[in-house]
């Protein structure tokens, strides 16, 4: 896959720091670390609609369909525009493959895709709209698809989708995401991570070992 920041809100964690700041009417002397600190403080407090005056464009490139079926799940604070498979031919058979397909399972896993590939083209050549041929294109084949999404939201679903135990694609895609947020937003990037950062437990039935499981505290703390 590759992620690419196309475009951003210039000073983005300022324009956060001081629409906050503008809320409580103080003046604030907004040096480069009193906004990162503010910016933290304001996401530990909850604050977090100023969080909405910054933005980030991705142009998101060789993920799967299934990954983006996830992605565009996401609803709030977020645009979308996908490459389409009614306008755009696939002339190349560009498909993902898991890591965990291997011993053996690769080479049926391919020919299948190749296959699909073969008729789809076979359709497309002998006159079946492109529209009607991709239904034999499976999960697996790659997209295209620019991704604008406020840091509010960015918080939001970096928080389920960097969790390990999200799936492995999209969970790389908020990864690449992240990596391409902390060039130009540091404060921002900071709070990119998984909920158990903020909640000091986890909400999974069974942890990573990252943080321990809320019945675990729960019970630590005498509530159970
Ligand atoms: C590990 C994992 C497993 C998943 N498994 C499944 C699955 O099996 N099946 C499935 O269908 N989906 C599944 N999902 C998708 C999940 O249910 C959400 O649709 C997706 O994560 C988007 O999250 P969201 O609603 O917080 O995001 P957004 O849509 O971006 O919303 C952001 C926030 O705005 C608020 N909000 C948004 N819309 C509304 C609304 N209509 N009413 C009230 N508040 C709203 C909520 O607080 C929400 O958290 C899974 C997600 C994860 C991370």
Redesign the pocket.
């Known amino acids: 896959m590759k992620v690419v920041l196309v475009s951003y809100t210039p000073d983005s964690e300022l324009i956060i720091a001081s629409s906050a700041s503008a809320s409580y009417d103080s003046k604030k002397n907004f040096t480069p670390e009193y906004v990162s600190s503010f910016l933290k403080n304001l996401a530990e407090r909850g604050h977090l609609s100023p969080f909405e005056h910054a933005s980030f464009t991705f142009d998101i490139q060789g993920i799967s369909r299934a990954c983006s079926h996830?992605l565009v799940?996401?609803?709030?604070?977020?645009a979308f525009t996908q490459q389409s498979q009614r306008y755009t031919k696939l002339t190349e058979p560009h498909f993902v493959t898991p890591s965990t397909i291997e011993q053996g399972w690769e080479e049926r896993y391919a020919d299948l895709s190749l296959a699909c590939h073969r008729l789809y083209r076979e359709m497309v050549e002998g006159g079946i709209p492109m529209e009607d041929a991709r239904y034999v294109l499976p999960q697996s084949f790659e997209t295209r698809i620019v991704m604008t999404m406020n840091a509010r939201?960015l918080i939001?679903?970096s928080e389920?989708?960097l969790?390990q135990?999200?799936?492995w694609e999209?969970r790389e895609l908020f990864e690449n995401l992240r990596s391409e947020v902390k060039k130009v937003a540091p404060a921002i990037e900071q709070m990119l991570k998984p909920k158990c950062y903020r909640l000091g437990f986890c909400t999974e039935s069974k942890s990573c070992g990252l943080f321990p499981t809320r019945n675990k505290v729960e019970t630590k703390n005498g509530s159970n």
């Open positions: 996830q799940r996401h609803r709030i604070g977020v939201e939001n679903a389920l989708r969790c135990k999200a799936q999209i």
